[in-house]
């Protein structure tokens, strides 16, 4: 409890509260190294890990070879200077690029071009960015690999990368439709400006981002082989940790990067957190209490699915909108498995799994600390001197997060329950 109400707070790093919270469990004598590092129960999940490892290194050479700076440059080309075409544009390629590559990679190529668009066409970048965030976190919800709550609840629940293209990604779909509508709305004011393009993006082009077209034209092949085989991991008898290592060693071959540069760019610190807090939450279950509130909770469903998933679909949005949607994710999934467990439906076709797994999504937009992708948004900004407040991000947010959650319910009634 500790260590999460630091991780909230944001009084001490994220990764420091961690694994000071693990360093006392062992001194406690709770998790020792064999439950830690080999227990399927209690420990580190290294498919979790070795997938978001792999992903990375494929992120890592892709950006090298300047496809992303080339789509937000023909991006504001394609918007004739009309920022409510821009805004659109900008939310379609977030769409695009998050259910392939996590959130956090997305959000942190993306936003300094959408920064550096922005200051080119001299306006306010504010509007784009919080719309930036708001579909990153929803297109989070298309596949397995989009967002980490997803991997984690995935490997416990034993999801397949098909699964959720078929019960999350038409969810997904509608809810960007339905944040594309609340954008226009909420900054229709800023919306309405008309910039020259010619003029302020004079000698720019989109195809003089692109660096290496050989190179892209490999790496873009291996990515879809990648893809592909994430699509057929089950009749491949292969998790989907090794089709990303795969993916990675490929593309390192292809792409003949040396070490250094494919890995300099690899998100350690988050690596680590999700190490740590694998082993924290095993602490949990090796002393019972994750086991007795899985109990608790499935006492209060009564048996009833629908209660038990308009429950977790709420209790995840106002969780995860004020902690981490990924510490919150890594500690609730045993007790979600207890949930299912006492309904006598498993795997994807439990509802129980698909709350949790929407309400953990979307409450990331609750907040500006709800999602990891807000953070590194919100930090990137301040960086350029163009600061978006917490409550100013927050507003927008919490008005987002509940029209979502409301159509997410009705989707869930009407697929499920109806």
């Not at 004598?29 to 494929?58: E, P």
């Amino acid at each position: 409890m500790v260590s999460y109400g630091l991780i909230a707070t944001e009084k001490v790093h994220r990764v420091a509260a961690a694994l000071g919270g693990v360093a006392v469990m062992i001194l406690l004598g709770v998790v020792t190294a064999d439950s830690a590092f080999f227990d399927h129960t209690t420990g580190v999940d290294w498919n979790v890990l070795f997938l978001l490892f792999g992903m990375m290194v494929i992120v890592s050479i892709l950006r090298h070879t300047g496809l992303f700076e080339f789509i937000s440059l023909w991006a504001a080309r394609a918007s004739q200077g009309k920022p409510a075409r821009l805004m659109l544009l900008l939310i379609l390629v977030t769409s695009v690029f998050s259910p392939i590559l996590d959130n956090v990679t997305t959000v942190l190529l993306v936003t300094p071009v959408t920064l550096s668009v922005c200051q080119r066409l001299r306006i306010d970048p504010a509007p784009h960015l919080i719309a930036l965030i708001l579909a990153t976190n929803v297109a989070g919800l298309a596949t397995l690999i989009a967002d980490p709550p997803n991997i984690i609840i995935a490997s416990r629940a034993g999801l397949t990368f098909n699964d959720f293209l078929i019960h999350s990604l038409p969810l997904c779909i509608i809810l960007l439709v339905v944040v594309v509508f609340l954008m226009r709305i909420i900054f229709r004011k800023q919306l309405k400006e008309k910039i020259n393009v010619d003029e302020v993006l004079e000698g720019i082009h989109p195809a003089d981002a692109i660096k290496d077209k050989y190179l892209l034209a490999k790496c873009l092949a291996v990515l879809v082989l990648t893809l592909i085989a994430f699509g057929f991991h089950t009749t491949l008898h292969t998790d989907p940790s090794v089709v990303a290592l795969l993916g990675a060693g490929a593309m390192v071959i292809v792409s003949r990067t040396t070490p250094q540069e494919f890995l300099q760019e690899v998100e350690w610190m988050t690596l680590a957190f999700f190490m740590s807090l694998f082993v924290l939450v095993g602490g949990l279950v090796s002393v019972g209490v994750i086991g007795k509130l899985g109990q608790m909770a499935a006492d209060l469903m009564g048996g009833n699915e629908l209660i038990g998933a308009t429950g977790l679909l709420a209790f995840s949005a106002v969780a995860g909108s004020l902690v981490d949607n990924i510490p919150y994710s890594t500690a609730m999934t045993p007790v979600v498995e207890t949930m299912v467990a006492s309904t006598g439906t498993i795997g994807a076709d439990s509802p129980l799994w698909w709350a949790f797994v929407f309400g953990s999504d979307l409450g990331g937009n609750g907040t500006a600390v709800g999602a990891g992708a807000n953070v590194v948004v919100l930090g990137v900004a301040a960086k350029w001197g163009r600061p978006i407040s917490f409550w100013k991000f927050t507003k927008y947010g919490l008005l987002v997060t509940g029209v979502t959650l409301v159509v997410s319910w009705i989707y869930l009634y009407v697929r499920y329950f109806l």
